[in-house]
Every structure is written in structure tokens, then in C-alpha cells.
């Protein structure tokens, strides 16, 4: 166990903690502002990685693949909300769960009748492979670093919106006072489809970013939703700031718990009893720490002001 | 008078016919495997190699017509349970076959089993079955779990590979293979990562990991669509070139395709052990893999093979009994003798119902056509029985 090791697995944890928050950024303002529970949300992961594949196979450019992707996987974010969801905003979180949950069925069954049944693979541009040596000798992937680059670039985006528009004050008051907002006389339904379609460019952009990695293919979304989950409930629901902190603390521990639980589970187990625990346990730890955080304190770590 | 006896005969007759008229009805075969989900490409490749199969012996067995049921067990041991259920209880099938997955294998053996029918694996070869849990109605026309990674342990040995890095799954077919591989590697094994399955599938940490470990070679065991998104990671974090990769069951024919478009070059040349391959010489094979490129415009892979393996088995042992398939003791006793015509060549079936066979190395290379494949090196095993046939009580 080295520094270096040590180092390359906290990058790897902030990696892994970046593409968490974009997921969980638009997760959170959903369910924050609209109160809708919205399992459909790794769907738009899986459209974003599966559109910007087919934009990439089509144009031979990774940005223009990219750059296309975005307004495509907002299209259908802005298609379903108003063709499926809006009829949810008023059904109880039950009614909610079991809609989107039939959108996962429909988008993984879509996504197989489109596109190849094994899904789509793209290269990885040439500029963007291989490691970069950044100090202290560490090396590490450049596209791993232009993920950190790219996330961190859409959190500052946020933090501007949210904190320095006009639409951000409105988001924010939404997430304080639903009610409150519709009496001021802003525009309901205008202000749920944009920050829907907000939350749907997030998703779908972390699925870009992911697919020269792991593939696009039918029900990718669905691992990682969950995690989105405990994301934004360790962090608070409605809150962006919430997001980002859990995101990264929740990335750490798991990617940090992954390479170094069993070294640990060493010092006090016998061999085969810590290389039988070791990734049980390490795969519980982040839902451990979401139980913590229910216990001491249910609304989060961050939650919006509630007035 | 006369017609009276006569009409008291008429019964008698009645019952003789019913066993012809039982043998002329169609023979109800069901066949498990996963045909949604992101692994219904295997799924797929294996329900394509049934039906040429079934093609190329003219859709009969024994003189009967064959009806091939599939159930789609959704890459999911409860619904590959309750497909059996239906096959079994539902359809009426006279035999069930398939399975892909050694979770799901376990979970549904019971349901055809516990009715009396007999049940053959076209993939999954999870050790219980083999061992402890063997049943007489119990057949595997693939291979055991862990023989294709003890072939694999002692092509390490032979290429003196003196530290280990293993990665893989953790479910039951993944400790199978890294239980396969300690049991013929001689070598230390500087570290092992059981990633959680089947959710896990960035293995940025584990990959760190290995980098740091410096070992002489890694092994990994990822099946489906795990193996193309494990062998770009490899590349991408620069250890294609660096440290050799050894596989089982993670690269084959419908992998293969998608990482030559991809232009995943550091696939070439890699190491891997099978009990067959696309270029194995008998008579059969050239037909089964001319006729599937033909189809389907690509290699068959093994999953394919194994399937359209059992449809011959089965094909032989419902010859022997003449078609009445519902013979139980007769069907198990010609399924021991497994004489019939395999694309793997001769082979024998073992006391615990899974075959005796060799194990062959394998590397990836490029065809005369250019298409990425998978061709036949030395024989690493021959006519190995599995480790857990001397649990078997049979």
C-alpha cells in the first residue's frame, strides 16, 4: 500500500463521485421541486449514452456526437413528461413509482428494438486514450481526468444557474414552496418541463460520458439509479449543493472501500473469511452510511430551507 | 354373437392403438435461456443454433416431429424458475434443456427433476450438480465450471507465470473459475477481486489495484457483456501490452465482432482455454460453423455450439428408445452412452452425467477473411473428469 495507490483510487473515487452527482443533480431537483419520484431517471442515462453512440457512429466525432446527443436526449426528456408524467404531478408517490417503473420496461425494450439487441460500443477517440502521467508518478486515464474535468465544469454550470439566475431563484423557491410559487404567479407547467428537461440532460450527458467505457446497452440505467437514490437521500432532497457533497463522499467510500476493505479485513480475519467479506461488505457500506444518515438526521445532510 | 365379442375386443384395440397413436404426436422439447435483457444476445445465438439444428435433422427425432418451446428465463433465477415451471406443468414438455446461467440452473433444477423428467445443461456447469447434488436425470453437454480454468492454471504453469492477479465475478460461476484456477496454478496469487455481480461493471479500483500489484499476468472470468466492457477498460488503463491477460469465458464470437469494430487490437493474441473452437476439424463442426456463418453472418460461439450439441444428444437417445421418449430408464441409459456425432469430436460421458473431454488453448487471431476469431493452439487436458465426480453417489 502506497501513496501513489492511494491517490490513484481517491481519483478513481472522484471520478466515480462525479458521474453520481450528474445523475443525482437531475434526480433531486425532480423529486425536490415536483415531488416526483421518478425511477424512469436512468432511462435518460441510457438514451443520452445510446444517442450520442449512434450521433458518434454517424458523424466519426466524439464533440459532434456529444453536441447532438444533448438536444436529442432532451427532446426525450421534454416527450415524456408531457406525453407521461404530467398526469403523475397530482397521484401519490405509489402511483409515481409504478408509472416510471413501467417507463424503465418501455425504454429497455425500446432501446432493443431500435438499436442492436447487444447494444452499441464506440470507440475511444484517439486523443482522449491512454494515461497521462500527473505528478508525484501517478498515472491515469485522460479520459478518466476529462470526466472529473467535465462534471466538475456542469457542477459550476449549476451552482451559476441555480444561484445566479432569475430561474435558479424560481427553482430554489420551488423546492422551499411548491405552493407558494404557484400563487406568485409563475408558470407551473413551464418551470416543471425545464427543470425536467434539466434533470433529463444530466442523466443523459453522464451516459455519454460513460459509453466509451462500458457500452450503451439495455437496462445500464437501472444500476446505477439506485446509488443515485441514496445519493440524494444522504445528501437532501432538493438540494444541488446536498448532491454534489453526498456524490463525492458517496464515490469515495465506495471506490475506497472497495480497494482497501480487504487489505483491512486481513490485518483481523483469516484469508478466506476476508476475501468472502471483503465485497459484501463493501458494497454495503454506502447504503450503511444512508441508514447513519436516516438515523441522525432524515433530512439530509444538506436539505433546501423549508419554509 | 360374434359381434358382441367383437365389441369386447373393441377396447383392447382401442388401448394397443394408443401408444402409436401417442408415438405419432409431436415431441414437446423445452429450452431455457435468455432471450431479454442486455444478455439476450446469447440467448439469441443459442436459439439460432437449436433451429439449424433442428433443420439439419430434418425437425425429427426417433420418427417423430419435434416442437421446441423456449422460455425466457430474463437473465433472472426467479423467472427462469417460473419459465421451467410452465414448461413443465403447462406445455407438457417430454424433456427440458438450456440454461445459460449457473444461478438459474440451480434455482430451477428442482421444478423438472422433481417431475421425473430429464434436464441437460447446454452452458451452465455449477459444481453442486456435479458433486453432492447429482441426480440420475441430471445431464451437462457443456463442461464443469472449473475444468475450463484448471486447463487455463496449467497453461500458466507452462508459460511460467509466477504471480497471479484474478478478477471475477462474485456469484456462483465465479468462484467456480478462480476455484478452477487455484487448483492447477502453481504460483502465487498476489490478489483477487470478487466485483459484485451482475450491477458492477467500471472496474477502475480493481484495475488500480492490479496496476500496483505487478503481477506476472491477470486472469479474469467476466461472461456477457461484461467481457467487451473488462477488455476496454484493460486497454484503457494501459494495461493491454503491459501485463498479459488470461480469460475464460469472457471473449467468444458474439464479443468479438463488436470489439473489432471498436478496434480493440489488444484482444489479438490473447490467451484463453475452451473445449472447442470455431476451426476444430471433424465433420460435423465444418458443417455446424459453415452453415451458421452462412445464417447468421458471423461465427457461432460456444454457447451456440453447446446448444446445437444437446439437440444431437437428445436426437440420439430418442433413435435408441424408437421414439418413446416418455422411457425414461430408456432415454438416461442411451444419454450415458452420448453416442452420437459432437463438434467437439468423441468424447464420453462421465458417472456424474458431465462429459470427459479435452481442453484445448486458444488464442485470438485474424481469419483468412479478416474477421477476428478464436483458433484451436495445443491440448492443455485430455479426457479430464471434473474434481467433484468423486462426490457424486451415483
Given at each position: ?24 443533480a ?44 444533448i ?5 426525450v ?35 432493443q ?5 447487444d447494444?452499441?460500443?464506440v ?12 505528478g ?10 476529462m ?7 456542469v ?21 422551499s ?6 400563487a ?124 | ?16 392403438a ?11 422439447i ?30 425429427k ?28 406443468k ?66 500458466l ?43 458492477q ?18 486472469f ?44 480493440l ?15 476444430m ?21 460456444f ?67 479478416g ?5 484451436l ?18
Amino acid at each position: 500500500m502506497n501513496l501513489v495507490l492511494i491517490a490513484e483510487q481517491t481519483l478513481n473515487g472522484l471520478q466515480f463521485g462525479i458521474l453520481l452527482f450528474l445523475l443525482a443533480a437531475g434526480l433531486t431537483l425532480v423529486f425536490g421541486i415536483m415531488d416526483l419520484v421518478n425511477l424512469a431517471h436512468g432511462s435518460f442515462y441510457m438514451m443520452g449514452a445510446f444517442l450520442f453512440a449512434t450521433f458518434y457512429t454517424l458523424t466519426g466525432s466524439f464533440f459532434l456526437g456529444i453536441a447532438l446527443g444533448i438536444p436529442a436526449t432532451l427532446a426525450v426528456g421534454v416527450v415524456t413528461e408531457v406525453l407521461a408524467l404530467r398526469p403523475l404531478y397530482a397521484r401519490n408517490h405509489l402511483d409515481q413509482v409504478l408509472a416510471t417503473f413501467g417507463l424503465i420496461l418501455f425504454f429497455n425494450q425500446l432501446v432493443q428494438v431500435i438499436w442492436p439487441l447487444d447494444g452499441m460500443s464506440v470507440p475511444m477517440p484517439a486523443y482522449l486514450d491512454g494515461a497521462v502521467r500527473i505528478g508525484f508518478g501517478i498515472e491515469y486515464p485522460v479520459y478518466r481526468i476529462m470526466i472529473i474535468g467535465s462534471g466538475l465544469a456542469v457542477a459550476a454550470g449549476l451552482y451559476f444557474l441555480v444561484q445566479r439566475t432569475r430561474l435558479g431563484m424560481v427553482i430554489r423557491a420551488g423546492a422551499s414552496n411548491r405552493t407558494m410559487v404557484g400563487a406568485l404567479g409563475v408558470d407551473i407547467k413551464l418551470l416543471f418541463t425545464l427543470v425536467f428537461g434539466l434533470g433529463a440532460v444530466l442523466a443523459g450527458f453522464a451516459g455519454m460520458l460513460m459509453t466509451p467505457i462500458l457500452s450503451a446497452t439495455s437496462g445500464m440505467g437501472e444500476q446505477i439509479l439506485i446509488l443515485a437514490f441514496v445519493v440524494i437521500v444522504i445528501g437532501g432532497i432538493g438540494s444541488i449543493r446536498g448532491a454534489f457533497i453526498a456524490a463525492i463522499i458517496t464515490g469515495l467510500i465506495d471506490t475506497l472501500g472497495r480497494s482497501f476493505l480487504d487489505v483491512l479485513l486481513l490485518a483481523v480475519l483469516p484469508a478466506n473469511a476476508a476475501e468472502a467479506a471483503g465485497p459484501a461488505l463493501s458494497s454495503m457500506l454506502i447504503y450503511i452510511l444512508m441508514v447513519a444518515v436516516l438515523f441522525f438526521r432524515p433530512q439530509g445532510l444538506f436539505p433546501p430551507k423549508v419554509r | 354373437m360374434i359381434m358382441k365379442r367383437f365389441l369386447g375386443l373393441l377396447p383392447a384395440f382401442a388401448l394397443a392403438a394408443l401408444p402409436t397413436a401417442a408415438m405419432a404426436e409431436p415431441i414437446k422439447i423445452g429450452f431455457v435461456t435468455t432471450l431479454t435483457t442486455g444478455a439476450a444476445v446469447i440467448g439469441k445465438d443459442q436459439q439460432n443454433a437449436v433451429e439449424l439444428a433442428l433443420d439439419h435433422m430434418g425437425r425429427k427425432m426417433g420418427g417423430r416431429d419435434v416442437i421446441i418451446v423456449y422460455g425466457d428465463d430474463e437473465f433472472n433465477p426467479q423467472k427462469g424458475k417460473q419459465k421451467t415451471e410452465k414448461l413443465v406443468k403447462r406445455d407438457n414438455v417430454d424433456i427440458v434443456a438450456g440454461y445459460i446461467w449457473s444461478h438459474v440452473l440451480l434455482a430451477s433444477k428442482a421444478t423438472v427433476l422433481d417431475a421425473g423428467k430429464i434436464l441437460i445443461s447446454a452452458n451452465a456447469g455449477p459444481s453442486p450438480l456435479a458433486g453432492k447434488s447429482c441426480h440420475k436425470n441430471f445431464f451437462n453437454i457443456s463442461w464443469q465450471n472449473d475444468q475450463t480454468p484448471m486447463a487455463l492454471g496449467e497453461v500458466l504453469n507452462r508459460k511460467g507465470v509466477k504471480s497471479l492477479y484474478i478478477m471475477a465475478p462474485n456469484y456462483a460461476a465465479g468462484k467456480n473459475m478462480v476455484a478452477g484456477v487455484e487448483r492447477t496454478f502453481k504460483g502465487e496469487i498476489v490478489g483477487k477481486d470478487m466485483t459484485k455481480w451482475p450491477t458492477q461493471i467500471d472496474w477502475a479500483a480493481e484495475m488500480t489495484k492490479a496496476k500496483a500489484a505487478k503481477p506476472d499476468a491477470v486472469f479474469t472470468f467476466y461472461p456477457g457483456k461484461h467481457g467487451p466492457a473488462f477488455i476496454k477498460q484493460y486497454q484503457q488503463a494501459g494495461l493491454t501490452g503491459k501485463i498479459p491477460l488470461y480469460t475464460v469465458y469472457t471473449i467468444d464470437s458474439i464479443g468479438l465482432p463488436r470489439m473489432q469494430k471498436a478496434g480493440l487490437k489488444g484482444v489479438l493474441g490473447t490467451f484463453m482455454t475452451q473445449f472447442w473452437a470455431p476451426d476444430m476439424d471433424n465433420a460435423q463442426n465444418h458443417r455446424f460453423v459453415a452453415d451458421f456463418k452462412q445464417r447468421h453472418g458471423r461465427y457461432p460461439s460456444f454457447y451456440a455450439a453447446q446448444a446445437y450439441d444437446s439437440m444431437f444428444f437428445i436426437k440420439a437417445a430418442v433413435d435408441e428408445v424408437k421414439g418413446n421418449i416418455a422411457d425414461t430408464d430408456g432415454m438416461r441409459a442411451a444419454l450415458e452412452k452420448a453416442d452420437f456425432p459432437s463438434i467437439r469430436g468423441a468424447f464420453t460421458m462421465g458417472k456424474n452425467h458431465f462429459p470427459v473431454q479435452n481442453f484445448y488453448l486458444r488464442e485470438v487471431v485474424t481469419d483468412a477473411d479478416g474477421n477476428w476469431t478464436t483458433a484451436l493452439r495445443e491440448a492443455v487436458l485430455t479426457n479430464h473428469v471434473d474434481p467433484y465426480a468423486k462426490d457424486c453417489k451415483m
